[in-house]
């Protein structure tokens, strides 16, 4: 089953440097985080604080050509987690015919974000990011279990997890 959610916050793990998209339902009952790149990051940040580029970026560049082309973004869907990376897919409807691409889901929030489509996460995931392997970050860290690194990053207020500055 698929729940709607939306970017909550660019966050940085204070744990280990990494960028993080936080993604949560509109009743803040259930939320994902997602480790991704500076530069993936970057191209989120950029939309939610509608900065304004010189020149397009990627995701600005595919929002225009897939206007030209009269195709649309439907939705996208966060729909798996295997081996502690996340899967995600763009539904593209163009001449009545919807086509599903592969991608990773900081590219798939990034053009989200910028045609306005709802990003949706299935249940499984959500539940399947609970268990998440931390143990390369609690090696990093020394102390802690990987659990208790967990229940911090759920519980953590988006204000004090460090918002990512441009």
């Given at each position: ?92 409807l163009h001449n009545e015919k919807l086509h599903l691409i592969d991608s990773r889901p900081s590219d798939a929030i990034a053009i989200a974000i910028r ?52």
């Amino acid at each position: 089953m698929m729940l709607e959610m939306k970017v909550s916050a660019i966050a940085v793990d204070p744990y280990t440097n990494t960028t993080v998209v936080i993604l949560k339902d509109s009743e803040d009952q259930n939320a994902l985080p997602i480790w991704i790149g500076l530069m993936e990051a970057s191209a989120i940040a950029v939309e939610l604080e509608k900065i304004k580029l010189s020149r397009p970026m990627t995701h600005d560049l595919l929002k225009e050509v897939l206007k030209n082309l009269n195709a649309n973004i439907v939705r996208v869907e966060v729909n798996d987690l295997k081996d502690n990376v996340y899967y995600a897919t763009i539904h593209l409807l163009h001449n009545e015919k919807l086509h599903l691409i592969d991608s990773r889901p900081s590219d798939a929030i990034a053009i989200a974000i910028r045609t306005g489509s709802p990003i949706f996460v299935d249940r499984k995931v959500i539940e399947r990011s609970k268990n998440i392997n931390l143990r390369k970050v609690k090696e990093y860290q020394g102390e802690g279990s990987s659990e208790d690194l967990l229940e911090i990053l759920e519980n953590l207020p988006a204000d004090e997890f460090g918002k990512y500055k441009m």
